[in-house]
C-alpha cells in the first residue's frame, strides 16, 4: 500500500527540455508529483524537433539549474546521450546507464536509483535489462508500452506504464475509471511523455484538465516512480 492507500498516482517525463518548468508549474499547482528522465552529457544543448508536421523547441536545461528545476521531484536516468540500448554491446550499455545515473546523483544531491529507456520503437529488452540490474545502480526502469492497466507488475526493469498522455481519450477515460476504482489489492495509474509535446498543438490547458480531474482525491497516493516503486 502506499501510506496506507490502495491506489497511486505517477508521471514520468523524458529528455531533461525547457518545457519541464512550464509542466512542473502545473503538477505542482495540483500536488502532483512527477519522475523526469535525463540525457546528463546533453545538459543545456539547443535542439529543434522539426518533421513535416511540426516543429518544436527541443532545448535542454543547463547542468547547473537541474537541481533547483526539478526540486520536490525526482531525477532519473536516460542515459548519457540518448542512444537505442539495445544497439549497443554490454560495456557501452553500462557506461551509458551507469555514468549517467552518477552524473545526476552529484547535480541533485541524492542517489538516482531510476530510470526510463531512450528512444521508441523496441527501446529495451531482456539482455539490457538484466545488465542494468546487475551492473548499476538502477533498480527500476520504464519502457514505452502502454498496458491501459492498473496493476502492478513483477519486473521493475522493464516496468510498462498506463498510457501515454497525448493518447487523451484513453487517458481521461482511464481516470474515471480510476477514481471511481475500490481496488483489494494496490493500483497504479503511471502516466509518460515529453512536456515539449504540449507545444506542438499547444495543449498545455488540456492537460490542465486532466491534472485537475485527477488531483486531490483523498484515497489516491501522489508520488514519484521511486517513491511508489521502491519505498514500499
Request: proline share 3%; aromatic share 12%; with cysteine.
Amino acid at each position: 500500500m502506499f501510506e496506507g492507500k490502495m491506489k497511486a498516482v505517477t508521471f514520468s517525463y523524458d529528455d531533461g527540455v525547457t518545457q519541464d518548468k512550464r509542466l512542473i508549474e502545473l503538477l505542482n499547482k495540483y500536488s502532483l508529483k512527477s519522475t523526469f528522465n535525463i540525457n546528463s552529457e546533453l545538459l543545456g544543448t539547443k535542439n529543434e524537433l522539426v518533421t513535416p508536421n511540426f516543429r518544436v523547441n527541443h532545448n535542454k536545461n543547463v547542468p547547473s539549474e537541474v537541481k533547483e528545476i526539478y526540486k520536490g521531484h525526482e531525477v532519473a536516468v536516460h542515459t548519457l546521450t540518448h542512444p537505442n540500448l539495445t544497439t549497443l554491446d554490454d560495456t557501452e550499455v553500462v557506461r551509458q546507464v551507469e555514468e549517467d545515473r552518477k552524473n545526476l546523483s552529484r547535480l541533485v544531491g541524492y542517489d538516482v536509483t531510476t530510470m526510463a529507456y531512450p528512444c521508441g520503437g523496441t527501446n529495451n529488452d531482456d539482455r539490457v535489462a538484466n545488465i542494468i540490474a546487475k551492473n548499476t545502480g538502477v533498480k527500476f526502469s520504464r519502457t514505452i508500452t502502454s498496458t491501459y492497466s492498473f496493476d502492478i507488475q513483477d519486473n521493475l526493469y522493464r516496468y510498462n506504464p498506463t498510457v501515454y498522455h497525448l493518447d487523451w481519450d484513453k487517458m481521461f477515460c482511464l481516470a474515471e475509471e480510476f477514481i471511481t476504482l475500490t481496488p483489494e489489492s494496490p493500483k497504479v495509474f503511471y502516466i509518460w511523455g515529453h512536456s515539449y509535446e504540449f507545444d506542438i498543438e499547444n495543449t498545455w490547458d488540456k492537460f490542465e484538465e486532466f491534472c485537475k480531474l485527477i488531483s486531490g482525491k483523498d484515497d489516491i497516493f501522489y508520488g514519484t516512480n521511486r517513491d511508489i516503486f521502491l519505498n514500499k
